[in-house]
């Protein structure tokens, strides 16, 4: 089967348009195998989705420092389909990083051979399970050009200097669909969310002075409630690769529901709020600066919710499908924009030092990481959940 399969290959290299890319790659494919007891070259892809393509490429970076990595190799890095990448992101990554578009090419040829998989990589995860990125600063950063360009673009969306921006997103399938039209992605719709449950923490963060950025570059609805103060970026003119990462990294705080923008944050070292978070077990755990708020699970045959310990000790905590939750009888139930309200409240209050905790936050902050043990989604726990979210649902515990 397997040479079968290699014959597959080598034909359609022969017949493909492609052709003439393989056999100019061809050199720095041999090249490449025939240096390897000598020079041992890997190629390392950066994602073409942004979450990936910055925390997965951060995260190698510090392994790499931290010794976890000690491969003795020559690495070069390539964007993973380059026409689809954030070229803000690759721009920036080739500051630090041997990393070239057409190694892409060399990359795809090598795998038509057989024997490839020596000189391949895989990305690597962006979960920072033992929390090395928490305390760095971020690997890159803008140029003063760059700066000036953003200053031009904040004055253009009417944000006056100075002013304190919170950046907000909500997940829905719209990004997805345009980007890679040919795929069926209903199996993610459990993760999506009504933008418009965010009204009532978006009208107090205005009220409380700061402006706010509804991201996105591509989505399903509008932001019904508009104000001055709010900018639907997502639905306006001013939407590019350089303003998706560069208002992000001028945020005050950011507020998504798992996705890859929420990485981005993370990259930037911005305080993250996420709501509606599902699956429970994919938590980032590791990061003081995360403060999240959960999905309830409604078990339709005994008409009750699944306590946070059933979803933790069973399967449910990694469900990544829809259909799964559904054979098992479960009805997804999205957090409400009272509860979103109230978590927006308490990281803003945590940042600007008016939050107060008391004894009874912090007993329930308590039981709820005693449910968790070390395993290969976290290794340290550091973050906390929305401290009213927990008291109302403190029978879930």
Known sequence: MKERQNVLRWLFCVFSPKLPIFLLSLPFVFLMRVLRPIIWIRLIPVMERIGHGLGGTEAYLIERRAGLDSSNTVDIFYPDRP????????KMWKRLLPLYDLVYWIAWADKEIPGWEPHHFPSPSSRDINGL?????????????????????????????????????ARDNAYLNRTWPQVDWTYHNYRDVDVNTYVLAIKELVARGYYCIRMGSAVNQDFLWKNPHVIDYAMGSWKSDFADMYLIS????????SCGLDEAARFFKKQWVVVNLVPLKFISAWSPH??????????IREKRFLTFKEVINSEVGMYGYAMQYKKYGLEIVNNTPEEILDVIIEKEERISGRWRTNDEYEDLQRRFWELFKPDEFNQVFRSRVGSKFLLQNRGLL
């Open 83 to 90: 026409w689809k990448c954030n070229r803000q992101m690759i």
């Open 133 to 169: 990125l928490n305390d760095t600063p971020p690997p890159v950063s803008f140029t003063r050009k760059e700066e000036d360009r953003g200053a031009v673009l904040l004055r253009d969306m009417g944000i006056p200097p100075g002013s304190q921006i919170i950046c907000f997103h």
């Open 250 to 257: 001028r945020c005050h705080f950011f507020m998504g529901n």
């Open 290 to 299: 995360y403060l999240f708020i959960l999905k309830k699970l409604w078990l």
